[in-house]
C-alpha cells in the first residue's frame, strides 16, 4: 500500500486538493471541500440583487421626470396666484398620477413575475401530493424560465427515481419468490412424508439460500455503489498482471469448456500502471469472464486485452459466443437485466446484478463501461480507466 501524503508531487495529483486520509484502517479517497453550487448560488443573487434595483430605478424615474416637469412650469409662471394654483393642482393631482404608474407597473410585473411564479407554486403543490408527472410552461423572464427548467428537470429525475424503486422492488420480489417456493416445497413435502431426507434434497435446498444470500449481498454493494458509499482502497495495480490473475482462475473452466482463453497487453508495466482498487477490479472482470464462458460454445476464444490511453488504461473482454440482440443492448446494465426473456435459472446464471454493480464499479473509478455485440459473432465489452483516482 503506498502511503500518500498532502506534500506529494506525483504526476496527475494536486496536492493542495487530493489526499488520501487514514479512515477506519481503509485508505479513503478525500477530495479537498470546495462547493460549485455556492458560487453559482452568489453569482444569481448578484444578479437578482441588480435587477431588483434597476426595478427601483425604473419606478422611480416617472417621478422625477414629473418632478422636473413641475418645476418648470413653476418656473414659468407670471404671478403668483397661478403658482400656487398650478401646486394645488399637483397636489391633488399626484395621488391619481401615482395610482396609474403603480397600476400599470403593477399588472406587468404580475403578468411577467406574478404569473410564472404562482404556476410553478401551483406544480410544487402537485409534486408534493405524488404527482411527479407534473412539469411547468418555461415561459417569462429569464430568470423564471431558468427557474421553470430546474423544475422540470428535478420533477423528471424524481420521477426516474421513483420508477427505479418500483422496478427494483418488483424484480426484488420476483427474485426472492423462486428460491422461497422451492424452499418452502422442499420443507414440506419432507414434513409430509413425500420426501426423505436425502442429500440430494438437502443440497438443492442448500443451493437455494446460497443463492438468496449471494442476492443479499449483491444488492447490498449495487445499494452501497450507487450512494457513493462504496470503500474503494486505492493502489498501484499493474493491468496486466490483473489480467493474468483472471485468466489463471478461469484456466480451469476454460479447459473444461473446451474455449480458448488468450490475454493480450500492449505497453510496458509502467504503461498499464494505474491507481485502482485490485478486488473491485478483479470482480469486474471476473463477471464479464463469467459471462463470456456462459455464452460462448466449445472451440470458442475469449480474448483479455490492455493497452494504454491518453488518459490512463482500456482494458477490453472480447468473446466469439452467441452475441446479444441488438433491442437488449441498452438495457443489459440494469439490474436482473438477462437475455432470456423467461427468467428462468441456467446453470451457473447470477443474479442478474452483475452487470449492473460492474457498471458502478467502473464509475467509482471514474472510468466508463461500454458494449458492441452483434448476434452470432460475437461481443465486446470495453472498460476505459482514468490514470489516477477521481477527485470525488
Same mark, same amino acid.
Given at each position: 500500500?503506498?502511503?500518500?501524503?498532502?506534500?506529494?508531487?506525483?504526476?496527475?495529483?494536486?496536492?493542495?486538493?487530493?489526499?488520501?486520509?487514514? @479512515?477506519?484502517?481503509?485508505?479513503?479517497?478525500?477530495?479537498?471541500?470546495?462547493?460549485?453550487?455556492?458560487?453559482?448560488?452568489?453569482?444569481?443573487?448578484?444578479?437578482?440583487?441588480?435587477?431588483?434595483?434597476?426595478?427601483? $430605478?425604473?419606478?422611480?424615474?416617472?417621478?422625477?421626470?414629473?418632478?422636473?416637469?413641475?418645476?418648470?412650469?413653476?418656473?414659468?409662471?407670471?404671478?403668483?396666484?397661478?403658482?400656487?394654483?398650478? $401646486?394645488? &393642482?399637483?397636489?391633488?393631482?399626484?395621488?391619481?398620477?401615482?395610482?396609474?404608474?403603480?397600476? /400599470?407597473?403593477?399588472?406587468?410585473?404580475?403578468?411577467?413575475?406574478?404569473?410564472?411564479?404562482?404556476?410553478?407554486?401551483?406544480?410544487?403543490?402537485? $409534486? &408534493?401530493?405524488?404527482?411527479?408527472? /407534473?412539469? $411547468?410552461?418555461?415561459?417569462?423572464?429569464?430568470?423564471?424560465?431558468?427557474?421553470?427548467?430546474?423544475?422540470?428537470?428535478?420533477?423528471?429525475?424524481?420521477?426516474?427515481?421513483?420508477?427505479?424503486?418500483?422496478?427494483?422492488?418488483?424484480?426484488?420480489? @420476483?427474485?426472492?419468490?423462486?428460491?422461497?417456493?422451492?424452499?418452502?416445497?422442499?420443507?414440506?413435502?419432507?414434513?409430509?412424508?413425500?420426501?426423505?431426507?436425502? /442429500?440430494?434434497?438437502?443440497?438443492?435446498?442448500?443451493?437455494?439460500?446460497?443463492?438468496?444470500?449471494?442476492?443479499?449481498?449483491?444488492?447490498?454493494?449495487?445499494?452501497?455503489?450507487?450512494?457513493?458509499?462504496?470503500?474503494?482502497?486505492?493502489?498501484?495495480?499493474?493491468?496486466?498482471?490483473?489480467?493474468?490473475?483472471?485468466?489463471?482462475?478461469?484456466?480451469?473452466?476454460?479447459?473444461?469448456?473446451?474455449?480458448?482463453?488468450?490475454?493480450?497487453?500492449?505497453?510496458?508495466?509502467?504503461?498499464?500502471?494505474?491507481?485502482?482498487?485490485?478486488?473491485?477490479?478483479?470482480?469486474?472482470?471476473?463477471?464479464?469472464?463469467?459471462?463470456?464462458?456462459?455464452? /460462448?460454445?466449445?472451440?470458442?476464444?475469449?480474448?483479455?486485452?490492455?493497452?494504454?490511453?491518453?488518459?490512463?488504461?482500456?482494458?477490453?473482454?472480447?468473446?466469439?459466443?452467441?452475441?446479444?440482440?441488438?433491442?437488449?443492448?441498452?438495457?443489459?446494465?440494469?439490474?436482473?437485466?438477462?437475455?432470456?426473456?423467461?427468467?428462468?435459472?441456467?446453470?451457473?446464471?447470477?443474479?442478474?446484478?452483475?452487470?449492473?454493480?460492474?457498471?458502478?464499479?467502473?464509475?467509482?473509478?471514474?472510468?466508463?463501461?461500454?458494449?458492441?455485440?452483434?448476434?452470432?459473432?460475437?461481443?465486446?465489452?470495453?472498460?476505459?480507466?482514468?490514470?489516477?483516482?477521481?477527485?470525488?
Amino acid at each position: 500500500m503506498m502511503n500518500y501524503s498532502n506534500h506529494s508531487k506525483k504526476p496527475g495529483y494536486e496536492s493542495q486538493r487530493n489526499w488520501f486520509h487514514r @479512515h477506519r484502517g481503509e485508505w479513503v479517497h478525500r477530495p479537498w471541500k470546495f462547493d460549485p453550487h455556492q458560487r453559482d448560488f452568489r453569482a444569481k443573487r448578484r444578479t437578482l440583487f441588480g435587477r431588483f434595483m434597476a426595478f427601483l $430605478v425604473f419606478l422611480a424615474l416617472p417621478l422625477v421626470g414629473l418632478g422636473i416637469l413641475f418645476g418648470t412650469l413653476i418656473s414659468t409662471a407670471e404671478n403668483t396666484p397661478l403658482r400656487f394654483q398650478m $401646486v394645488l &393642482a399637483f397636489i391633488c393631482g399626484l395621488p391619481l398620477i401615482m395610482t396609474a404608474i403603480i397600476g /400599470t407597473i403593477g399588472a406587468l410585473v404580475f403578468r411577467n413575475l406574478g404569473t410564472p411564479l404562482a404556476k410553478i407554486m401551483s406544480a410544487a403543490d402537485a $409534486v &408534493a401530493e405524488g404527482d411527479l408527472s /407534473t412539469r $411547468v410552461d418555461e415561459s417569462g423572464p429569464g430568470e423564471f424560465r431558468r427557474m421553470a427548467r430546474s423544475f422540470n428537470r428535478m420533477t423528471a429525475e424524481l420521477e426516474r427515481a421513483d420508477q427505479q424503486r418500483r422496478n427494483l422492488t418488483a424484480d426484488i420480489a @420476483h427474485e426472492l419468490r423462486t428460491p422461497l417456493h422451492i424452499l418452502q416445497g422442499n420443507l414440506e413435502g419432507l414434513q409430509d412424508g413425500v420426501y426423505q431426507p436425502s /442429500t440430494e434434497h438437502i443440497q438443492g435446498m442448500l443451493d437455494e439460500t446460497q443463492m438468496l444470500a449471494r442476492l443479499v449481498d449483491d444488492l447490498q454493494t449495487l445499494s452501497l455503489a450507487e450512494a457513493g458509499q462504496l470503500p474503494l482502497r486505492f493502489e498501484p495495480l499493474d493491468i496486466s498482471e490483473l489480467l493474468a490473475d483472471v485468466a489463471t482462475s478461469f484456466g480451469g473452466q476454460m479447459e473444461t469448456a473446451g474455449i480458448d482463453l488468450r490475454v493480450k497487453t500492449v505497453g510496458t508495466s509502467q504503461d498499464l500502471t494505474i491507481h485502482a482498487d485490485p478486488e473491485r477490479l478483479d470482480q469486474v472482470l471476473s463477471n464479464l469472464v463469467g459471462n463470456a464462458l456462459r455464452h /460462448t460454445s466449445q472451440e470458442g476464444t475469449i480474448m483479455l486485452t490492455a493497452e494504454p490511453t491518453k488518459e490512463g488504461v482500456r482494458i477490453l473482454v472480447r468473446d466469439t459466443g452467441e452475441g446479444i440482440p441488438p433491442e437488449d443492448l441498452p438495457y443489459i446494465f440494469d439490474r436482473f437485466w438477462r437475455a432470456d426473456k423467461s427468467r428462468r435459472r441456467k446453470s451457473g446464471a447470477g443474479s442478474g446484478l452483475g452487470l449492473a454493480i460492474a457498471r458502478q464499479f467502473v464509475n467509482a473509478h471514474g472510468g466508463q463501461i461500454a458494449v458492441e455485440s452483434q448476434p452470432g459473432v460475437g461481443t465486446s465489452f470495453t472498460i476505459d480507466l482514468p490514470k489516477d483516482p477521481p477527485l470525488s
